[in-house]
């Protein structure tokens, strides 16, 4: 089924970095069309979404509520993917590129208790 080898013990390695000190990146669109490159690390994005928990706690999200995200793709979405998930709420994401009617559908299909916009 699988060779032996697949099963072996391999030598641990160290990282020579920790995970929380890496760089994360993403591009944010401009006015002008081009996207600047957003760099912080991992520590940085990890202290953003625990913000955006207490900050949703404080507005009344409990365990189990859902929250909407209307945002584009980047470092904001991110970290609110982290942050929702991370105080036991359930994040969906709306596409911003819907049409006004649909929105509403979706929302209130989804009884969505607060919907966060970047």
């Known amino acids: 089924m699988f060779p032996a080898y697949f099963f072996a013990p391999r030598p641990r390695?160290?990282?020579p970095w920790r995970h929380r000190d890496r760089v994360a990146q993403s591009r944010r669109p401009?006015?002008?069309g081009t996207g600047a490159l957003h760099r912080?690390?991992?520590?940085?994005?990890?202290?953003?979404?625990r913000?955006?928990?207490?900050?949703l706690a404080r507005l009344?999200?409990?365990?189990?509520d859902r929250v909407g995200t209307?945002?584009?793709?980047g470092y904001r979405h991110f970290e609110a993917f982290y942050g929702i998930s991370g105080m036991g709420a359930v994040m969906h994401t709306v596409n911003p590129r819907l049409f006004a009617e649909q929105l509403v559908y979706i929302v209130n299909h989804?009884?969505?208790a607060?919907?966060?916009s970047t």
């Open 13 to 15: 390695i160290p990282p």
């Open 30 to 32: 401009g006015a002008d």
């Open 40 to 49: 912080y690390t991992y520590r940085d994005a990890h202290k953003r979404a």
């Open 51 to 55: 913000q955006l928990a207490q900050a």
């Open 60 to 64: 009344g999200v409990k365990e189990g």
């Open 70 to 73: 209307l945002a584009w793709n």
């Open 110 to 112: 989804a009884k969505t």
């Open 114 to 116: 607060t919907c966060c």
